[in-house]
Structures are given as structure tokens and as C-alpha cells.
């Protein structure tokens, strides 16, 4: 502004004082090497600055280098960032859908307890309802017991005697099965050459004893009176069982289902008849020639109804044609 100012005031000098031109000259020569001395002051302060602000262009240059430098490293550490988030978001989302299956399970695992502890708890009220009324009817039962108490000791008592009466009984049976034993020896004895014969049988089953006697040992066939052999043989068989005492004597009468002949004296009608004529007379021997109680003898006809074996054959007609003598043993049961 200064410099403004003298350029400014030259013209008015030099129209003011045309005659001073020489020293208006000669001032502005001066003023002009002042000015130039002052533009030079100017012009080394401007390289001073041009110096200083080329240097502090290049420091800035380094620093924006610099920058750049950093910029880049900053942009690859982002993108590597980037990159990586990137694979932490598919990671995320991997372990998401994972977490909300699990999360599902959870849930339901949950809803089942929940349900299992809801059942839990109504049958615990069950149980405990239930011990509450099995104390009452244990309660109910203990006061019944105490009124039962002496009737149960009565029946404990009678389960007792009733026990060692079973086991007398029992006793008893098994004296009474070796003595029917000892009675099928007997009579084995007695039969012996009858039984070798096959046409005599000795059973036990129980405390019974049976002996079978065929036809031919006894009768002719189709009649009711006993032969000599026959007589001979139960006073054998009479002589035994008065030996033996036994409790009762059944007879039996069996026969085939061949037909009956007619004859003008002493037949039958049937074998019905025939059968219960030869057990009478077989009861009637044994009671008045071997001195069997009569009140102890029975005699039964069965005629042809329960044969042994078939009668399509002479062998088995024959083995159905029998008396049986169904002994009781003495103490037996009637």
C-alpha cells in the first residue's frame, strides 16, 4: 500500500513542479532504488519463503506418501476385515440354523419334561391317594384282625388236629395198602396155578384187591351151577379171604354177547340173568360153605356191557366171559 501511495504522489509532484523535473526525477530514482531495494528484500524474502514452502511441499510430500503408504495399508487391512466378516457371517448364520435346530430341540425336550413332570405329579396324587385309602383299609383290616384274632387261633388249632387227623389217615391208608398187599399175596398163593394158567387175574388199585376168574374155572358154558373143579377152587378162594378179614366182598357177573341157547330146563334170558345167577351163586358159596359174613358179600351183574376185549374173536368172547371178587380190605372206606 505504501508503494501505491508514492506512485500516487509522483504525477502530483511533477505537475505541481515543472521546473524541479531534475530533482523530481532524481527523487523518484531514489524512490525507486528504495522501491527496488525494498522489491528486493521482497524477492529474497519470497525465495526465503518459495525455499521454505518447497520444503515444506516435499515434507508435506512425505507425509501424504507417508499416508498414501498408510492409506494402502489401512484398505488392504479393511478388505482382509471385510473378507474375514465375511466368513464370520456364513459362519453366524451356519451356527444359527444349527442353534434353531438345537433351540427346537431344547424347546421340545422342555415341553416333554414338562409334560412327563405334569404326569409325575398326577400320578403322584394317585399314589398317594392310594397309600392314603391301602392305610385306612390296613387300618380297617388291623381292628378286623383283632376281632378275628381268637377265631383265627381257633381255626389255626382246628387246621392243626385237621392235619395230624390227615396224617393218622394217611398213616392208616398206608397200613391198609401193604395189608391189601399182603392180601393180593395171599390170594396170588392161593390161585397160583389159575394165574400161571392165565385164566386168573390179581389187581391192587388202592386199597382194593380183584381177582377175575374166567368162566372155564367155575361153569359150563350157559350155566349158573358151579363144577366140581369150580367148588374146589372157592373153597380155596374162601379159605383165603376168611383169613383175611376183609371189609366187604363184591361179586361180579360179566359175560360176552353171544347168543343164548334155549334149553327146556335151567336157561336164560339173557345175560343180564346169566351173569347175576353165577355172582349169586359164587356170594352164596363163600357165605355158606366158607363162613363169610353174608351182610360183608354183594353180588352185581354187568352181563355183556363191560367187556375187556372185543368180542369179534373166541379169545376175546372167552376173556370176557369172567366173575370178578372185588375185595375191600378190612378199615377201608366204604
Same mark, same amino acid.
Given at each position: 500500500?505504501?508503494?501505491?501511495?508514492?506512485i500516487?504522489?509522483?504525477?502530483?509532484?511533477?505537475?505541481?513542479?515543472?521546473?524541479?523535473?531534475?530533482?523530481?526525477?532524481?527523487?523518484?530514482?531514489?524512490?525507486?532504488?528504495?522501491?527496488?531495494?525494498?522489491l528486493r528484500?521482497?524477492v529474497r524474502?519470497?525465495?526465503?519463503?518459495?525455499e521454505?514452502?518447497?520444503?515444506?511441499?516435499?515434507?508435506?510430500?512425505?507425509?501424504?506418501?507417508?499416508l498414501?503408504?498408510?492409506?494402502?495399508?489401512?484398505?488392504?487391512?479393511?478388505?482382509?476385515?471385510?473378507?474375514?466378516?465375511?466368513?464370520?457371517r456364513?459362519?453366524i448364520?451356519?451356527?444359527?440354523?444349527?442353534?434353531?435346530?438345537?433351540?427346537?430341540?431344547?424347546?421340545? #425336550?422342555?415341553d416333554? *419334561?414338562?409334560?412327563?413332570l405334569d404326569t409325575? $405329579?398326577k400320578d +403322584?396324587?394317585? =399314589?398317594q391317594? /392310594? !397309600?392314603?385309602?391301602?392305610?385306612?383299609?390296613?387300618?380297617?383290616?388291623?381292628?378286623e384282625?383283632?376281632?378275628?384274632?381268637? #377265631?383265627?387261633?381257633? *381255626?389255626?388249632?382246628?387246621?392243626?388236629a385237621a $392235619?395230624?387227623e +390227615?396224617?393218622k =389217615?394217611?398213616? /392208616? !391208608?398206608?397200613v391198609?395198602?401193604?395189608?391189601?398187599?399182603e392180601?393180593?399175596g395171599?390170594?396170588?398163593?392161593?390161585v397160583?396155578k389159575e394165574l400161571?394158567s392165565?385164566?386168573?387175574?390179581?389187581?391192587?388199585?388202592?386199597?382194593?384187591?380183584?381177582?377175575?376168574?374166567q368162566?372155564s374155572l367155575?361153569?359150563?358154558?350157559?350155566?349158573?351151577?358151579?363144577?366140581d373143579?369150580?367148588?374146589?377152587?372157592?373153597?380155596?378162594?374162601?379159605?383165603?379171604?376168611?383169613?383175611?378179614?376183609?371189609?366187604?366182598?363184591?361179586?361180579?357177573?360179566?359175560?360176552?354177547?353171544s347168543?343164548i341157547?334155549?334149553?327146556l330146563?335151567?336157561?336164560?334170558?339173557s345175560?343180564?340173568?346169566?351173569?347175576?345167577?353165577?355172582?349169586?351163586?359164587?356170594a352164596?358159596?363163600?357165605?355158606?360153605h366158607?363162613?363169610?359174613?353174608?351182610?360183608k358179600l354183594?353180588?352185581?351183574?354187568?352181563?355183556?356191557?363191560r367187556?375187556?376185549?372185543?368180542n369179534?374173536?373166541?379169545?376175546?368172547?372167552?376173556?370176557?366171559?369172567r366173575?370178578?371178587?372185588?375185595v375191600?380190605?378190612?378199615?377201608?372206606?366204604p
Amino acid at each position: 500500500m505504501r508503494r501505491s501511495a508514492e506512485i500516487l504522489l509522483i504525477p502530483v509532484l511533477l505537475a505541481g513542479c515543472a521546473g524541479g523535473k531534475l530533482k523530481t526525477l532524481q527523487a523518484k530514482a531514489d524512490l525507486c532504488e528504495l522501491n527496488a531495494d525494498e522489491l528486493r528484500q521482497q524477492v529474497r524474502g519470497g525465495a526465503d519463503l518459495a525455499e521454505t514452502l518447497q520444503s515444506r511441499i516435499k515434507e508435506l510430500e512425505g507425509q501424504g506418501a507417508d499416508l498414501d503408504s498408510r492409506l494402502k495399508a489401512q484398505q488392504e487391512r479393511i478388505e482382509s476385515l471385510d473378507k474375514s466378516n465375511q466368513q464370520l457371517r456364513s459362519a453366524i448364520e451356519a451356527d444359527k440354523g444349527e442353534l434353531s435346530g438345537q433351540i427346537a430341540a431344547v424347546v421340545k #425336550e422342555k415341553d416333554d *419334561l414338562a409334560r412327563a413332570l405334569d404326569t409325575a $405329579k398326577k400320578d +403322584k396324587t394317585a =399314589a398317594q391317594r /392310594e !397309600r392314603a385309602n391301602m392305610r385306612a383299609a390296613r387300618d380297617k383290616l388291623a381292628n378286623e384282625l383283632s376281632f378275628l384274632r381268637p #377265631e383265627l387261633e381257633a *381255626l389255626k388249632a382246628q387246621a392243626a388236629a385237621a $392235619k395230624a387227623e +390227615k396224617e393218622k =389217615a394217611l398213616s /392208616e !391208608r398206608s397200613v391198609r395198602l401193604a395189608k391189601a398187599h399182603e392180601d393180593l399175596g395171599v390170594l396170588a398163593d392161593t390161585v397160583l396155578k389159575e394165574l400161571q394158567s392165565e385164566k386168573a387175574k390179581l389187581e391192587q388199585e388202592g386199597e382194593r384187591v380183584e381177582l377175575t376168574l374166567q368162566e372155564s374155572l367155575l361153569f359150563k358154558p350157559q350155566q349158573a351151577k358151579p363144577t366140581d373143579e369150580g367148588l374146589a377152587l372157592l373153597d380155596r378162594v374162601g379159605r383165603s379171604l376168611q383169613s383175611l378179614t376183609p371189609r366187604a366182598v363184591r361179586v361180579e357177573g360179566h359175560s360176552d354177547n353171544s347168543a343164548i341157547k334155549w334149553e327146556l330146563f335151567g336157561s336164560f334170558t339173557s345175560h343180564w340173568d346169566l351173569a347175576l345167577a353165577r355172582a349169586t351163586a359164587v356170594a352164596r358159596y363163600l357165605h355158606e360153605h366158607s363162613g363169610l359174613d353174608p351182610r360183608k358179600l354183594t353180588a352185581s351183574s354187568f352181563g355183556e356191557f363191560r367187556p375187556i376185549k372185543g368180542n369179534d374173536t373166541p379169545e376175546g368172547r372167552e376173556a370176557n366171559r369172567r366173575v370178578v371178587l372185588v375185595v375191600e380190605p378190612a378199615g377201608s372206606q366204604p
